[in-house]
């Protein structure tokens, strides 16, 4: 079974990107902050952590918008450059906006049945086995845990637009009438605490979103966004991130409530923020990004680079 993986990635402090982005920007600090674009300058600890953690992967599709690193080899036989004009409708172009990206991915020319999406925040931490992210049968393993949406900025809006989706076309009850085991497992630890809380709930009120790469079919991906083809098509004309779009999310939700997972717990990764300790135990980890200053930013990021780098060594993807 070839598992590919699809990285996201762009260089928010590339001049040529910049000028581009700025033909277009809308002041929407919000959605579209710098912080949205920041390159953590760590792509090439991302590959030497997959050569040595993951040497299984059938294939990388790096997709980024014309920004190939010169460190790059791009010669590498299980790496491709994805351009977003290589899969995107040429009237959506060119975009900034990661969920008008995300709308299209299962389009990717040689994209294999099982892939795994990763942002360019994410990484492996320690060696894994595919059955990390899917069953001997490949089932994608999943968490099915009940949360609710807390609105404190413009970003929630993703969660409700979501949802509203699953909650037009899927009963709560059908769920657990069908996948009662999959709602309720040893494997999510207190996480069952809140499913029970949340099931008097009619209606879903939001999932547990992992920090966390997400396991796809792309048949399942094909059915979700030709199932929501409308949004699809209207969050991909967005150029940049505005409150009514829809996300990859979708296609995990959809999945969620039809039981088309296999239970996974979610103490297999982590995620932290810049500037705090990496937790070595932990086989996936997202780096997140709060806001901050540049000085603050840079300081702590090279941190996390010294960290790679000490740890990790030049691979095949590298000239």
Not at 174 to 200: A, E, I, S, T
Not at 246 to 268: A, C, D, Q
Request: a neutral charge; hydrophobic letters at 40%; glycine letters at 4%.
């Amino acid at each position: 079974m070839p598992i590919d993986f699809v990285l996201l990635w762009v260089d928010g402090q590339d001049e040529t990107w910049l000028k581009e982005k700025n033909k277009y920007a809308i002041h929407d600090d919000t959605l579209n902050g710098d912080e949205r674009y920041r390159d953590y300058g760590t792509l090439k600890y991302w590959f030497q952590m997959v050569a040595t953690n993951a040497p299984w992967v059938n294939h990388i599709f790096l997709v980024t918008d014309n920004q190939i690193p010169e460190w790059l080899n791009q010669t590498h036989p299980k790496l491709t450059i994805v351009r977003h004009a290589d899969f995107m409708p040429a009237d959506t172009l060119p975009t900034f906006n990661s969920n008008a990206i995300q709308m299209y991915i299962h389009k990717i020319k040689g994209l294999s049945e099982h892939f795994v999406l990763f942002d360019d925040d994410m990484f492996i931490n320690r060696p894994i086995k595919p059955s990390v992210f899917f069953t001997q049968a490949g089932t994608p393993c999943d968490i099915l845990g009940f949360n609710v949406i807390n609105p404190v900025d413009q970003f929630a809006h993703l969660f409700v637009n979501n949802l509203a989706l699953v909650n037009q076309n899927h009963q709560k009850k059908d769920l657990l009438r069908q996948h009662f085991f999959k709602l309720f497992n040893w494997r999510y630890g207190v996480l069952n605490v809140l499913n029970l809380y949340l099931l008097p709930w009619r209606s879903f009120t939001r999932f547990f979103d992992p920090h966390l790469p997400y396991a796809y079919l792309k048949s399942e991906y094909q059915m979700v966004m030709a199932t929501y083809s409308q949004q699809q098509v209207e969050t991909g004309q967005h150029r940049f991130r505005e409150i009514s779009d829809i996300s990859h999310w979708l296609v995990r939700y959809e999945r969620l409530v039809t039981g088309n997972f296999s239970p996974m717990s979610r103490k297999i990764g982590a995620l932290v923020y810049l500037g705090d300790p990496i937790p070595e135990q932990k086989a996936l980890i997202t780096i997140g990004d709060k806001s901050l200053s540049r000085s603050q930013f840079e300081l702590r990021i090279l941190k996390i680079r010294q960290y790679f780098q000490n740890k990790y060594s030049k691979s095949d993807f590298e000239k």
